[in-house]
């Protein structure tokens, strides 16, 4: 699978971008790290963060969760892992969410509607690996959507849904979350600058309209490079490791 061939599953590039950290605006006025859940307590505490590999050549990310300790509200289900190629405990994560303008916790939206329609903008949960942090994402509260070309919503007539095969999904142009100062694109990298944030990318997504499987393709990640110090590694398959270790 993707973090132990480093190779991408969707075009079979050996040059992955790692992104250690992933991050949003929190409201805060700096940078926070993604919480993989916020656990409610006397006060809210964020459990887990996420780091993505990107296929250098197709923008495929596949999602890892980390730091998430046992001690966790969250409840788990035995899956099957391609990274761990066996049967693992998933912690579930329900509702993914974010920090908002004021710092307040908000759902992460599947889409946003530009004008006012009846359908919902959806949610996510996440199944996490215990063993190797592979994560799973589903939408959900999508029925009553129709394409809306407008709101970057499209009919994604090519390819199937990993998950379940059906031929039926979504194409979301850019996926966002709520910024300190209104909705912005989820960054494949954001980091604090001297005086401005630095955010290089977004991400589009397909989703399967039968089982809400969700796959992410970054895009517009050109400017990314090479700064282990800032989180961001290029992770290369060795021409050894191609050649197999019998040769
Ligand atoms: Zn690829
Ligand atoms: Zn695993
Ligand atoms: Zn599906």
Known sequence: MMRRDLTCPKCGCGQ??????????????VPVDLAVTL???????PKGRYETLVCRACGFTQWYARDLDGDTQLTS????????EAMREFWHVPLVRELGTT?????????????????????????LCQGCGFTRWFAHGLDMLEPSPLSGLFVLDEGTCAACASSH?????????????GIVPLH????????????????G???????GFTEWFARDYGRLRHAPRRGVSL?????RAEAGPYR
């Open 188 to 203: 494949v990298l954001l980091y604090a600058g001297a005086l401005f944030y630095h955010a290089i990318g977004k991400f």
């Open 235 to 239: 992770l290369e398959r060795s021409a």
């Open 77 to 84: 289900v035995p899956h099957n892992c391609p990274e761990c």
């Open 39 to 45: 656990e409610e307590g006397w006060q809210l505490v």
């Open 103 to 127: 710092g307040h916790p908000t759902g992460l939206k599947v889409m946003r509607k530009g004008i006012p329609k009846l359908w919902g903008e959806g949610h996510f949960e996440t199944f």
């Open 16 to 29: 992955l971008w790692n992104v250690r950290t992933m991050r949003e605006e929190g409201g805060v006025g």
């Open 205 to 211: 997504t397909a989703v399967c309209r039968d089982c």
């Open 169 to 181: 999904r979504w194409r979301i142009e850019t996926m966002t979350e709520v910024g300190d100062l």
